[in-house]
């Protein structure tokens, strides 16, 4: 395979490894658009947006939405959005709010709670670090997150010995609050202090949570510049489980990607790069529909939360910059979602094969599958389909199809929860493997098919449409 066609795929790798939680995610795509002259805007703060600007806003550190504003832009325009949707989790284990057992005999182990709905017993047996966000408090009384990342093998979640249970080849189950114990070490559990507590609650932190886990995250945050950091400093946190074995380009040709957190970095990974190289070398942003990415938090858990594709994110923004309410239905209504999520990829085995519709069978490497359902779990409808297929068309990316049998169940994304808000949505990803796994697999191509398509969508879309007759 040419090298430059495994160029985006290396980048992608270079993104995952960077972004074992959401919120590092959104910390690396800022990076990204803000080397690429995005400014940041905070919600609690009035607007003033200019034409030409390039502007994002995160929500709790772990959703973003990114856009930019055409030369004639100006106040009360009812221009259309190019929406590109994606989300930024993934299925893992979180530490509870007291993490630390309060048997001693019990004190290497760490209480852990699971988010969405994993392949957990793929957890097992691997090695584990510990990543998230920790706020820590100032002397002068402020309080400030932080992201860390402690990329060491800390913490183990063990099977148990063939010996012990002879039917696990058979029939595989292990009660995943009982039978899956993450073990953080062989230790003496002790409360360090430093005498100087900044933080009222400090001895509810070291109550419960082992005091290694918190000074190796004091350690992570001097390291990162953080001065004051120490134990008492820290206020509270959000720490996840995640798999310390590196993304890496695979197969025979590197034609795979072998990763965590495929669904849907993948996905979020190409909504950044496509907008950013959709404006690469223009002195002004195109006229038409206003370029915009829009990455949320918490689809594996239904998408409910203050910073959720349910959530009012996107519809706040897209109200602040329409900036007239009389206008805004118009302006939603000239808009257009590409929700995109990774799809499933047709199984090798022929015992698992048969679980696609026979003639829906999406292969890694052949472009991006559109997704469909009767029961429009999926959002996509005919003229939504066409617009994309005309784009892609132009853009040189194939497409293939997806739907499930009628005997199982459809999964979901955040195509139709945003499209309640009246907006044209089509719910497309590339396929992978071992969905959910903590270790999955994707198509090394697909990733530069996928940025090329959201590229052509933020050119095309505007005229592409002009040419789709509906409801007029």
Not at 201 to 212: C, E
Not at 271 to 285: C, K, P, Q, S, Y
Not at 380 to 408: C, H, W, Y
Request: proline share 5%; charged share 20%.
């Amino acid at each position: 395979m040419a090298g430059t066609a495994l160029k985006p795929a290396a980048k992608l790798v270079q993104y995952l490894e960077a972004s074992p939680t959401p919120y590092h995610a959104v910390h690396n795509a800022v990076k990204r658009l803000e080397a690429s002259g995005f400014t940041r805007l905070s919600e609690r703060d009035a607007w003033e947006l200019k034409p030409n600007g390039r502007y994002f806003a995160t929500r709790n550190q772990s959703s973003i939405i990114a856009f930019t504003l055409p030369k004639s832009f100006k106040p009360g325009n009812a221009h259309g959005f190019a929406i590109v949707g994606a989300h930024t989790d993934s299925c893992n284990f979180k530490l509870r709010p007291i993490s630390k057992r309060k048997k001693p005999a019990d004190s290497n182990y760490m209480a852990i709670g699971k988010f969405g709905g994993g392949l957990w017993h793929t957890w097992l047996d691997r090695d584990l670090g510990i990543a998230g966000r920790v706020i820590t408090a100032s002397p002068d009384g402020t309080y400030t997150p932080h992201l860390v990342h402690l990329n060491k093998p800390l913490v183990r979640i063990p099977t148990v010995a063939i010996h012990l249970d002879r039917g696990q080849n058979e029939k595989f189950f292990y009660n995943q609050e009982t039978g899956m114990q993450a073990i953080l070490g062989l230790i003496q559990d002790q409360v360090s202090s430093s005498g100087n507590t900044v933080n009222a609650n400090a001895m509810d932190i070291k109550a419960n949570h082992h005091s290694r886990v918190l000074e190796l995250v004091a350690e992570q945050l001097k390291a990162n510049g953080v001065k004051d950091a120490s134990v008492d400093t820290i206020h509270d946190f959000e720490l996840s489980l995640f798999d310390i074995q590196a993304p890496t380009l695979g197969g025979a040709n590197e034609e795979f990607i072998f990763s965590a957190r495929l669904d849907n970095l993948f996905s979020s990974f190409c909504a950044v790069e496509g907008l950013v190289e959709a404006l690469e070398g223009l002195n002004d942003v195109p006229e038409g529909a206003i370029p915009c990415i829009s990455l949320f938090d918490n689809e594996e858990i239904g998408s409910t939360s203050a910073y959720g594709a349910e959530s009012n994110f996107l519809e706040a923004i897209m109200q602040r910059v329409v900036g007239d309410p009389s206008r805004f239905d118009q302006a939603v209504a000239n808009s257009y979602l590409l929700s995109t999520d990774m799809g499933h990829a047709l199984h090798p085995a022929p015992d698992h094969a048969n679980k696609h519709q026979a003639e829906h069978k999406p292969l890694m490497n052949l472009g991006p599958a559109i997704k469909t359902n009767a029961k429009i779990r999926y959002a996509s409808t005919a003229p939504t389909t066409l617009i994309l297929r005309k784009i892609a068309e132009s853009a040189g990316v194939p497409l293939q199809e997806f739907e499930v049998r009628n005997d199982m169940a459809c999964g979901s994304t955040i195509g139709p929860l945003i499209s309640k808000m009246g907006l044209r949505t089509v719910d497309i990803g590339c396929v992978q493997l071992s969905m959910h796994s903590i270790r999955e697999t994707g198509g090394a191509e697909d990733v530069g098919m996928l940025i090329r398509l959201f590229k052509q969508f933020f050119k095309d879309f505007a005229k592409v449409d002009k040419s789709v007759i509906l409801d007029d």
